[in-house]
């Protein structure tokens, strides 16, 4: 495909005019630039900067709030924040690559169904979806309620860590199977016939050839469960009550209770690092596999 | 034969409506080099396929050295196959690759290494073990997955269209390499293949399939001489079918032709076939003529041309080994000798 | 049997992912006020929702938010697929176009809080409006590219063969075919739009907000029916509007990496 498309445009290149290739190009990035590259680069700039009287930021230029990020409360809120956030990452992937696995050895026709499935309930409003989990999981909810008739005595989970990883996990999961899928499908079936010709069980074969060979859908998976995850506010808040502290809470309360915006900057900044770096395993990974001609 | 190694029974397997197997018998004996040849869907692939475990059949039983092979799960068979794409593990070297089915097995390490080299020396890739497998030639593929196949002695190998990858001029290579091979390790081979060429260049047996039937199961000489059907003489090399019958004074009649002189053997035939190489152009008044035809069109084929003769409605194919090519339109005679058509029994 | 026991690991996940939904819809017709307990059926809480002024006013927000971020996002992401496609591959510009789908939309949305603080663009539904058009260029982008890809190029060729303009051709040859991706990104888009909470919290006005903004407020004291009968109404139209996007654009293809669709 990709050579088809590179032909394609070598062949273009010549019949659109220049004001053609203005008209374009321009008008999208422009936009994409004044309303996603500046505001990026103004927060990566707060950072350095020192808090405004009444929010904003002035002058002057500080490390401050960088090495507020290494103080004692603040790690241990950072190091929360990683571990709900790859916490909800860990099972969506023990969820969803199974599941990925099914759908991808559905026929043609079911796995289009199969996969609407999976993303129909991300298009919905995901506060929806996590107060769907409080009426699920409150003390008089139905999860309880079932219990009951069981003759089992209510489980608070509601407002605890544990709530706060399913309501992440549940939010973000369908963005875990879908690039899992995708690697499913460029995988060779007959890789898995042949390691199983030559002796391999499931777990041998999940371990030697599906897991290498997907690794760059896995990752990509996981940027899309993680990253997210960190940033949320809502989420913590709903369903973890006051006993969740995660560096999206941080970030909120800095721009819009606290007013400290340099703070809050350098919080995003890093989210952003930890972001940069999975992508940087991801295309990595995505290398590799590339290079073994998979 | 004594012990067959593999015997099949009864084997039937239908997808959907289609019987890709209908009722298969068959035997292979050890240290065979055997062939299933056939056109596409005629359900060698499924039958190679229930063999090495990733299919059930419906009905029917396989053995393996007097055991029941169908329940034993795939990955417990002592049998190894070499698909058609060579499934590389692409991430691994070669050497892993190879070793794979021995770790599985659980073999110690110090063994493990050691048929690993000894394996991959008899293939001839002993300086390409640490190599990935996009850095290699198709040939050097197809010797690693060989390899990897071999390593773990199994009592069956099967090669699923082990040349059709193949450039021409490495095909002929791999032929030999293979044949080698087969005997070298001492393993039951089966191959699986539509190409008539790598059938009967390299098995000592060859089952010709169609439609999910053996049609006809014989040495590659046996098969390409005796044909016992329409079928077989047809897909065999190429051949000019006559349908008709034999009369009860030997005598052959296809319906527009003159009666041509057979034997007795011919009584049940449905049909008679004739090889290009069997039949001979002639003048018209040569005393041993048999038909009279046109010249149609002349194909060469580099050691030998095929000309096709009009005879009437019937098309008859000669081979030309020496002389002039004849041209469009001439006017030829057709001669045999009397015992070189063969009856075909059935379709 | 065999074969359900293959597919357990998608029932798993299909029964995780609609069991609570099924719970908001199915409580959305309790007849009784406690959200837990159901006494009965009863559609009483759809009309009062159109009772209340600040659902009504949240609503009408959201619409106008979403449907100007559809026109921005349709107009400029279809212009971003050519760009990208056709006139000038590469791949800094993929990295570009992709952003907006791998930004935390925390961190895209107090960077915009920023940008209007530092300009003085005052807070309103067009703030919301142009933040979206953000994630929906990137989306329509995504979309209309692959069906670009797939188009025949000898259609425009002939076009062009026969004497029309470029400008004639794009018009009459190359954007019908392009309409059901063009569609399908825009029902994605305006989606996206319409329940999107993170960006809108931070970048609308304090006295205009959008729906999902009202929930969160309604939802942070509390359970009731009424938010069970809105969230219900919510997740038809995204259900619709996915479908929709799916039945003209073949969506799913795009998500499996076609390589011809």
Redesign the interface.
């Known amino acids: 495909m990709s050579s088809t498309t590179t032909q394609r445009a070598r062949r273009s290149t010549n019949s659109d005019g220049p004001v053609l290739r203005f008209l374009t190009s321009v008008p999208a990035l422009a936009y994409l630039f004044v309303f996603m590259a500046i505001p990026l680069g103004l927060i990566m700039s707060y950072a350095f900067l020192t808090a405004g009287r009444f929010g904003g930021v002035k002058l002057p230029f500080t490390l401050e709030n960088i090495a507020r990020l290494t103080g004692p409360i603040f790690r241990e809120v950072l190091f929360s924040s990683i571990v709900i956030a790859g916490a909800a990452t860990l099972l969506a992937f023990v969820l969803g690559f199974p599941a990925a696995l099914v759908i991808s050895r559905l026929s043609p026709t079911w796995q289009t169904v199969a996969l609407i499935a999976v993303v129909l309930p991300f298009w919905t409003n995901f506060l929806i979806r996590t107060y769907a989990w409080i009426v699920l999981l409150n003390r008089e909810g139905l999860l309880n309620h079932g219990l009951a008739k069981v003759g089992i005595a209510p489980i608070d989970v509601l407002y605890t860590k544990q709530a706060v990883v399913l309501g992440l996990m549940y939010a973000y999961i369908p963005l875990m199977v879908l690039p899992i899928y995708a690697s499913l499908q460029r995988l060779d079936p007959s890789l898995l016939e042949a390691a199983r010709n030559l002796g391999a069980g499931p777990w041998r074969r999940f371990r030697t050839v599906l897991l290498p060979l997907t690794l760059p859908g896995i990752l990509t998976g996981a940027l899309f469960v993680f990253i997210p995850s960190l940033g949320n506010f809502v989420i913590p808040e709903l369903l973890g009550g006051g006993n969740s502290q995660m560096i999206g809470n941080l970030i909120r309360d800095q721009f819009l209770k606290s007013r400290d915006w340099p703070f809050g900057s350098a919080l995003s900044l890093m989210v952003l690092a930890l972001l940069v770096i999975i992508v940087m395993l991801q295309t990595r990974a995505a290398r590799r596999t590339r290079e073994w001609g998979a | 034969m004594n012990q067959p190694l593999v015997a099949i029974r009864d084997l039937s397997r239908a997808f959907g409506d289609v019987q890709a197997l209908k009722g298969v018998s068959l035997d292979i004996g050890e240290n065979e080099f055997f062939a299933l040849l056939g056109p596409s869907g005629c359900g060698k692939t499924t039958l190679l396929r229930v063999l090495a475990g990733f299919e059930q059949p419906d009905s029917g039983n396989v053995t393996l050295d007097g055991n029941d092979l169908l329940d034993v799960p795939a990955e417990k068979r002592p049998v190894n196959l070499m698909f058609q794409s060579y499934a590389l593990f692409p991430h691994m070297s070669v050497e892993k690759n190879v070793a794979y089915g021995l770790e599985c097995d659980k073999v110690a390490k110090a063994e493990i290494s050691e048929r690993v080299a000894g394996v991959l020396s008899t293939v001839g890739l002993t300086d390409k073990a640490k190599a990935l497998p996009n850095t290699l030639s198709g040939g050097q593929r197809q010797r690693v997955a060989l390899a990897r196949a071999i390593v773990k002695r199994p009592r069956l190998l099967l090669l699923d269209e082990p040349l059709s990858a193949l450039d021409r001029k490495i095909r002929g290579e791999m032929q030999m390499e293979l044949k080698r091979l087969q005997h070298e390790v001492g393993i039951t081979f089966v191959v699986v293949t539509h190409d008539q060429d790598e059938a009967m260049s390299l098995a000592d047996r060859v089952a010709v399939m169609n439609m999910g039937e053996v049609r006809q199961l014989d040495t590659p000489v046996q098969l390409y001489r005796h044909p016992r059907s329409v079928f077989v003489a047809d897909f065999i090399g190429t051949s000019t079918i006559l349908r008709g019958h034999a009369d009860s004074v030997g005598l052959w009649h296809t319906e527009g032709l003159p009666t041509l002189k057979v034997g007795d053997a011919f009584a049940n035939a449905i049909a008679i076939a004739l090889r290009p190489e069997d039949a001979k152009l002639v003048s018209r008044t040569d005393s041993s003529a048999k038909l009279e035809g046109t010249i149609g069109s002349v194909f060469f084929q580099g050691d030998h041309a095929l000309a096709q003769v009009l005879v009437g409605d019937q098309q008859f194919l000669v081979a030309i080994r020496e002389g002039e090519l004849p041209e469009r339109g001439g006017e030829v005679a057709l001669t045999w000798k009397d015992d070189a058509v063969i009856p075909l029994t059935a379709e | 049997m065999r074969g359900f026991v293959?597919?357990?690991?998608?029932w798993?996940?299909?029964l995780?992912?609609?069991?609570?939904?099924a719970?908001?819809v199915l409580?959305s017709f309790n007849s009784g006020k406690?959200?837990?307990?159901w006494e009965g059926f009863s559609l009483k809480w759809y009309p009062e929702l159109l009772q209340d002024a600040e659902i009504m006013g949240g609503l009408r927000t959201t619409l106008i938010v979403a449907i100007g971020a559809t026109i921005?996002s349709v107009i400029?992401?279809t212009?971003?697929a050519?760009?990208l496609?056709?006139?000038?591959?590469s791949r800094a510009?993929d990295a570009?176009?992709t952003?907006?789908a791998?930004?935390?939309?925390?961190?895209?949305a107090?960077?915009?809080?920023?940008?209007y603080?530092?300009v003085g663009i005052r807070l309103s539904a067009v703030s919301v409006m142009?933040?979206h058009?953000?994630f929906g260029?990137a989306f329509v982008?995504a979309v209309v590219r692959v069906r670009l890809?797939t188009l025949d190029?000898s259609l425009e060729e002939a076009s062009?063969d026969l004497g029309a303009s470029?400008f004639r051709t794009l018009r009459k040859v190359t954007l019908p075919s392009l309409r059901p991706a063009i569609i399908a990104g825009a029902l994605?888009a305006f989606?996206?739009s319409?329940?999107e909470?993170?960006v809108a919290f931070?970048t609308a006005s304090p006295s205009d907000p959008t729906l999902?903004i009202v929930?969160?407020s309604r939802?942070?004291f509390g359970?009731t029916p009424q938010?069970?009968a809105l969230?219900t109404m919510?997740?038809l139209v995204?259900?619709i509007?996915?479908?929709l996007a799916?039945r003209t654009s073949?969506?799913?293809?795009s998500?499996?990496?076609d390589?011809a669709a």
């Not at chain 3, 293959?6 to 998608?10: A, F, K, S, V, Y």
């Not at chain 3, 406690?34 to 307990?37: A, E, L, R």
């Not at chain 3, 791998?102 to 895209?108: A, N, S, T």
């Open positions: 293959r597919t357990l690991p998608l798993v996940l299909y995780f992912l609609y069991l609570p939904i719970v908001v409580m406690n959200p837990f307990v921005i400029l992401g212009l971003l050519f760009a496609e056709r006139v000038l591959p510009m570009a176009a952003a907006p791998i930004m935390p939309d925390i961190v895209l107090i960077g915009l809080l920023a940008l603080t530092l142009l933040a058009a953000v260029i982008a890809g190029r062009r470029a994605l989606t996206l319409l329940d909470f993170t931070f999902p929930i969160y939802v942070r359970v938010i069970n969230a919510l997740l995204s259900f509007a996915v479908i799916q073949r969506l799913a293809d998500l499996k990496g390589t």
